[in-house]
């Protein structure tokens, strides 16, 4: 892997393999067996709810499991402290903030679209729009890959309960500006879906063992996307 984390093959791809996970509830007792599941990886993603409303001890000790790069935004069961906690953390910090790795850009937002419940990291619809809007401007660079990291789903996409859809209305407009979602919070619908060029994947909650194996393949401007949710 070269220094910058993308894998550089002799056909002209570049490669990088990530481990995405979301929702482990202040839980860390599966990450090892996802890990040996995901297999060699060059980075994770970790899409919110590292703790159940605390202790933000919960959410290092997470991050400290992993021995390759992370990035991360705090779900809507996080407390909003937990942004001081994550920033002096060795985790990248994505919520309202970008990262280039080679010529895929990460971007991030954390929390969540109002809930019934009043939960400790909610945002207006509104907020998180215009917090998208800001990141997708300040990135956008011709034949970038652009991956989305958030807590929330998109409304309409892999966030489905019993009552319907309660993903974010927001995020839903930034499918098809992208070209990977990653996302949890919606423990029942998890999955992948595509829309258009968009790829969308709930992770499902890491503290059943779930995650995904994200491969992402690029030849020039060209990007393929695989997942491969795990179950461990």
């Not at 400790?120 to 652009?146: H, P, Q």
């Not at 979602?181 to 992770?203: D, P, S």
């Amino acid at each position: 892997m070269s220094k910058r984390g993308v894998v550089h093959t002799s056909n002209g791809y570049e490669t990088m393999k990530i481990l995405a996970i979301s929702d482990a509830h202040g839980d860390c007792s599966c990450i090892a067996s996802i890990l040996k599941e995901a297999g060699d990886i060059d980075l994770v993603l970790i899409a919110g709810d590292l703790t159940d409303f605390g202790p933000e001890e919960k959410a290092v000790e997470l991050i400290n499991i992993f021995n390759k790069p992370v990035m991360a935004v705090p779900g809507n069961c996080d407390m909003r402290s937990i942004l001081g906690t994550m920033d002096i953390s060795k985790a990248t910090n994505l919520h309202n903030n970008s990262k280039c790795i080679g010529d895929i850009t990460f971007i991030g937002l954390g929390g969540s679209n109002p809930t019934p419940f009043n939960t400790a990291f909610e945002l207006e619809e509104n907020e998180i729009e215009s917090n998208l809007e800001r990141l997708l401007k300040e990135v956008e660079v011709s034949g970038n890959t652009i991956v989305l990291l958030t807590h929330a789903p998109p409304f309409g996409t892999v966030d489905k309960i019993p009552i319907g859809h309660v993903g974010s209305t927001a995020i839903r407009k930034f499918v098809g500006k992208v070209d990977l979602i990653v996302c949890g919070h919606i423990h029942e619908a998890r999955g992948v879906m595509k829309i258009g060029k968009t790829v969308v994947v709930n992770t499902g909650m890491a503290c059943e063992g779930h995650g995904a194996l994200i491969t992402i393949d690029k030849n020039g401007e060209a990007t393929q996307i695989d997942v491969k949710l795990i179950d461990a």
